[in-house]
């Protein structure tokens, strides 16, 4: 993730104040020069990294922590409230019926991040449809397509046509019963003058709620100019970073953006549909300080269990309480973790864990990912129920079986059942989530994330 060295420093810092109940003048600059190494490669502006470092050990060696805190809570909140001030607010965007218009440089990001704000609307019960008005670049009108067809959404294009403008009025009239109309434009190289005219003419004949500007995350700094810019020359609403997770100067990017007149809107971290987050200061600093993101995490959960659900209406979470760990409920804990997204990304946002039990899992001991799914149901067709039931019964001859039922091999047949094994011990060591009933498994982790955050209970999101 982004920042993931400040957070993964930061932590082994503050790890180092545990048990500690006072705060010496050293430690505090130990943990300040931590922070301004990592903000300093992550491309923040050194004026902003010196304003807070001054902030951070003036109150952290004055400020007298609440009865019962640690040190290492004591600085851990004053640094969690310093960087949410850092980073700004988020842009307002109320979930109703709108229009939202795109704006950025070629390459930015414009029309990924056009479906996957689709997208993400459409999970959030909205109906949302997508109109690109991109005649300047090759290829614009199938991409989009493409890439809405990926996410399920409404589309609105028109290869034939030349004028953006009068695509987009018609594609307003087309998709007109969708709630969110996100009208794609073009972009140049630079932001010249016949880009200013063309956004100008198609903000004047669609007249948008809102006009969200695109900014490639690896401008680091540079978001704050070109920000500006198209503030200036168009006017904008919010930002929408994208390419978070291809730059280590997304923190450039990230602070730059409350340095001018705006605030981001949605994080951009993948190729896919999915990989879009709307920004949220706190639960994003939490997440970077090791604290966990409870709000992402759960809607993730859920929006995966009923999807998961849909599909299989007949299942019941609450059986896995009374049994064990089969292959059908790995199954279904692969079908749900899949549509959380990354692994890596989901653990991030589990309190408490932090990293530090994330390392520890071997590298493949959740790999979800499609292809191997495909190869593993294949096999799992091959199975009998008792095999199914029972994984840790089955014998040799019938691998082999398996195998030859199911056009595979036996060694996949046996990553199956060492994966198996191995997702069975990992949920065991999360200490719940082998229940299957993820929605308790977070009530859990709630309680433990307060828990071990000592006296922090009241500061929020955890
Ligand atoms: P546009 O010209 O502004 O419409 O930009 P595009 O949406 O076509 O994106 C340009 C390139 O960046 C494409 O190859 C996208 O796949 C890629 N891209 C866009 N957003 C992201 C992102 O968040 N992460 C990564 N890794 N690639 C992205
Ligand atoms: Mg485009």
């Known amino acids: 993730m982004v920042l993931d060295n400040l957070g993964s420093s930061l932590r082994g810092t503050l790890d180092k104040l545990r ?29 902003l990294v010196m304003e807070l470092s001054d902030n951070i050990k003036q109150r952290a060696l004055e400020e007298e922590p609440p009865g019962g805190t640690s040190a290492r809570d004591h600085v851990l909140r004053i640094v969690y409230e310093e960087l949410v001030d850092l980073v700004g607010e988020s842009t307002e965007l109320p979930l109703e019926k709108q229009t939202i218009m795109l704006a950025g440089l070629q390459g930015s990001g414009k029309t990924t991040s056009a479906a996957k704000m689709a997208w993400w609307f459409s999970k959030k019960g909205l109906r949302p449809a997508v109109i690109q008005t991109d005649t300047f670049r090759p290829g614009a009108y199938d991409q989009a397509k493409e890439m809405c067809r990926r996410a399920e959404v409404d589309f609105y294009g028109d290869p034939d046509e030349e004028d953006p403008v009068k695509i987009a009025r018609e594609g307003l009239e087309a998709t007109k019963d969708a709630d969110v109309q996100i009208v ?7 932001l010249e003058d016949d880009l200013i005219a063309e956004i100008e003419e198609i903000r004047a004949a669609v007249n948008p709620d809102r006009s969200l500007l695109v900014l490639d995350a690896a401008i680091g700094q ?15 609403n919010g930002v929408i970073i994208s390419k978070l997770d291809g730059t280590a100067k997304g923190g450039g990017a990230l602070t730059a953006v409350k340095e001018t007149n705006s605030s981001i809107a949605f994080l951009g971290m993948g190729e896919t549909v999915q990989d879009i987050e709307r920004f949220e200061p706190s639960g994003f600093i939490s997440r970077l300080l090791g604290m966990g993101d409870l709000k992402q995490l759960t809607e993730r959960v859920e929006r995966a269990m009923a999807e998961t659900q849909d599909e299989d209406d007949d299942w019941d979470p609450e059986d896995m309480l009374k049994g064990k760990f089969t292959l059908r409920d790995m199954r279904r804990q692969m079908q749900a973790m899949n549509k959380m997204g990354p692994l890596d990304q989901v653990l991030d946002m589990i309190p408490g864990l932090g990293g530090g039990l994330k390392d520890q899992l071997p590298d493949d001991a959740m790999d979800v990912t499609k292809d191997r799914m495909r190869v593993f149901e294949f096999i799992m067709d091959s199975m009998t129920e008792n095999e199914l039931e029972n994984p840790r019964s089955i014998s040799a001859s019938q691998v082999k079986r398996i195998a030859r039922g199911s056009g595979t091999s036996e060694e996949k047949v046996r990553e199956l059942l060492q994966q198996h094994k191995m997702m069975e011990q990992t949920l065991k060591q999360f200490g719940g989530m082998g229940d299957g009933d993820m929605q308790r498994m977070m009530k859990r982790m709630e309680k433990q994330g307060g828990g071990g955050m000592g006296g922090l209970g009241g500061m929020g999101p955890f």
Request: aromatic share 2%; proline share 0%; no cysteine.
């Open 184 to 190: 794609d434009t073009a972009g140049r190289h630079a």
């Open 222 to 236: 540079g978001a704050k100019a070109q920000a500006q810019q198209f503030d200036e020359s168009v006017g904008i």
């Open 19 to 47: 048990g500690k109940s006072r705060l010496s003048k050293e430690d505090v600059e130990e943990i300040v020069k931590e922070i301004q190494r990592s903000l300093l490669q992550a491309d923040v502006d050194v004026g």
